[in-house]
């Protein structure tokens, strides 16, 4: 009988050459972001894997045996709508020696509509003439919204009131 036994001669292979995941604005600690997945075509340990982030901000965690991605901190407050952060996940084989294969992660924080808009005034008045023509400006309403880009647009209808 003859054993052959396999010889650690393949380094994992992540399923994507790079990785962009999106995460939410104050996402709660334990957010769950993405898997970042590797395989080994080695058999028995050469084939056992495990995940680590070699190049990070402290902001994200990856699970050593899932490659999970989540969130292990709160997010720095967004100044636009779109928040980069680079990020390397190395995964390594059990082998002997070891085989490790890296993959770049962009991970980008997203602005969510989160604020209300405020009015500038908390009430508006105007007096206007009977035979006021159709069309003019009797009053300018103005309101803002702290949140960012699209998510601050603000935008007006009547609702009621308008009879007559």
């Not at 982030?53 to 967004?78: A, E, K, W, Y």
């Not at 989160?114 to 105007?126: G, I, R």
Request: a negative charge; one cysteine or more.
């Amino acid at each position: 009988m003859v054993k052959v036994e396999d010889f650690n001669d393949n380094a994992p292979k992540f399923a994507q050459s790079q990785y962009t995941v999106y995460v939410a604005e104050k996402s709660q600690f334990g957010t769950f972001i993405a898997t970042v997945a590797a395989s080994d075509a080695d058999s028995g340990n050469n084939s056992a894997l495990s995940y680590s982030l070699v190049s990070s901000q402290s902001f994200f965690h990856i699970d050593g045996s899932s490659g999970n991605l989540s969130t292990s901190g709160t997010l720095p407050l967004l100044s636009t709508s779109w928040l980069f952060f680079p990020t390397v996940v190395q995964c390594t084989d059990a082998g002997l020696p070891p085989l490790a294969t890296n993959v770049n992660v962009e991970i980008v924080e997203y602005d969510v509509n989160d604020n209300a808009p405020v009015f500038s005034s908390a009430q508006y008045e105007a007096t206007l003439p009977e035979n006021l023509p159709s069309g003019v400006e009797v009053v300018r309403i103005a309101a803002t919204d702290a949140d960012l880009d699209f998510n601050a647009a603000v935008f007006f209808a009547i609702t009621g009131g308008n009879n007559g």
